[in-house]
């Protein structure tokens, strides 16, 4: 019911009492007329009329004596008074404690219908981004097979890096939120050297880059230097085109790569590193890596029999930054609400992966991600852009129902006013009945 129908309604109830209180000050008016016994010759006032009227009432009211139990009923003037006001003030107070009411009531149901429908907003984004990283990972996951079948399977190797580009290039519809694939190989010191005869580089390390990022425009692999001698490398040697800057780079001399691998070898599942700015670009992105093995291993196969049938690591890059962004804008309403996304593994310390930090303690959503590591947490927060609307129609809907209150109150406190007024015209009037009848026995007596 809009408030127009809520005044509309509250105006014809308040007309009607209003009738219906003239109607009952008329009645008792007259009954206080005909009951006071103003007949006739007595009064003059009203003559033949007045008994006329006098028989008239009383076979309305069935000779009832109204001003007799009004009296009864209400007591006397001053009490009647006093207990008006009390009545009336009472009757104000709790009307307005109830437009409160309706006031903080409805309010608080926009409030909840606002919280509603940012969780369901919030919840389709992080569902749509949780289920498309789902789709790159369990692709990425299957390519490790590809390459555990046709390059450390076949003998000479069936992949290259122009045939590893191509495939990634028109394979990328399946890994929507991938900005690159790469395959770094597991190599041990007595294997280095044959390695770089066959590819034709050298085995470069990139914890120098890490330290000292450079602008895309000033990256040279060939003037990086070359990675230190250790025990084992995992230079990559193949690599989609757009991540291709990456290739003879050692993972295990990066910091992020070098804790994710290691994990992702010993565990047999895919590994997220936390995030960090990627190199050539400088944009926060992530890596999820899979270990490839040389044979099926069984699930419950050790860490160290792990270790040892590893042949190389295969890895996604996920620009986090652009690839939200490109998601967000395949929904319609994506100019309604804020988004962040964070990595909480560290929850006194939340990385930000995407959106710009606010400050603002509103309305707040917050969404729990799964991107397939156990040992990693992800939430997504939302909140409007906008502050919330004033409740205008709350504040309508309660201003209105105290207005149509207050105005039966007035209603009522006229009515009594014009009874009281009538009253004491009764009185009056009762008290030229006595003058006109002492009046009349002194004629007589003269």
């Not at 009923?73 to 006001?85: A, L, N």
């Not at 990693?376 to 909140?383: A, Q, S, T, V």
Request: charged share 20%; proline share 3%.
């Amino acid at each position: 019911m809009s408030l127009l129908h809520v005044l509309g309604f509250g105006l014809k109830v308040a007309h009607l009492f209003w009738i219906l209180s003239c109607s009952i000050v008329s009645v008792i008016s007259m009954g206080w007329l005909i009951d006071g016994e103003i007949e006739g010759s007595k009064m003059g006032l009203f003559g033949n009329g007045g008994k006329v009227w006098h028989k008239f009432w009383e076979k309305i009211m069935g000779n009832s004596k109204i001003h007799h139990h009004y009296y009864l009923y209400i007591g006397s003037k001053k009490v009647r008074k006093t207990w008006w006001r009390k009545l009336l003030l009472a009757w104000v107070i709790g009307w307005f404690l109830f437009s409160l009411w309706i006031f903080w009531y409805m309010s608080s149901q926009a409030t909840e219908k606002r919280k509603d429908t940012l969780a369901s907003m919030c919840d389709e984004r992080a569902r749509m981004l949780q289920d498309q990283f789902n789709v790159s990972m369990n692709h990425i996951q299957a390519m490790s097979v590809l390459i555990s079948t046709f390059h450390h399977g076949k003998n000479p190797s069936a992949i290259d890096q122009g045939t590893f580009a191509r495939y990634t290039e028109r394979t990328a519809f399946e890994r929507p939120l991938t900005s690159g694939v790469a395959y770094a190989v597991r190599v041990l010191h007595s294997e280095r050297e044959k390695i770089e005869k066959q590819q034709g580089w050298t085995i470069k390390r990139m914890d120098i880059l890490e330290q000292n990022p450079v602008h895309k425009d000033d990256y040279n692999p060939a003037l990086l230097e070359p990675s230190p001698i250790q025990e084992e490398y995992a230079p990559v040697i193949f690599a989609q085109d757009t991540i291709s800057h990456v290739v003879s780079l050692d993972m295990l001399s990066g910091k992020e790569d070098r804790e994710n691998v290691l994990s992702a070898r010993a565990s047999g599942k895919g590994v997220l590193t936390a995030p960090f700015k990627l190199l050539k670009t400088n944009r926060l992105g992530v890596i999820l890596t899979f270990a490839v093995y040389k044979t099926d291993l069984p699930i419950n196969a050790t860490p160290d029999e792990r270790i040892q049938a590893t042949d190389g690591y295969l890895g996604g890059v996920f620009d986090i930054e652009s690839l939200v962004e490109k998601l967000l804008q395949q929904l319609a309403s994506k100019q309604t609400i804020l988004v962040n996304v964070y990595d909480t593994t560290n929850q006194s310390c939340p990385i930000s992966m995407y959106g710009l930090n606010v400050s603002d303690n509103g309305l707040e959503h917050i969404s729990s991600l799964n991107f397939g590591d156990p040992f990693r947490r992800h939430e997504m927060r939302c909140r409007f852009k906008q502050k919330p609307p004033l409740p205008l129609l709350a504040m309508m809907t309660s201003i209105g129902i105290l207005v149509i209150a207050l105005l039966i109150g007035h209603i009522f406190h006229a009515t009594v006013n014009r009874i009281a007024k009538v009253e004491d015209d009764y009185h009056e009037m009762m008290e030229l009945k006595k003058r006109a009848e002492a009046a009349d026995v002194a004629k007589s007596q003269v």
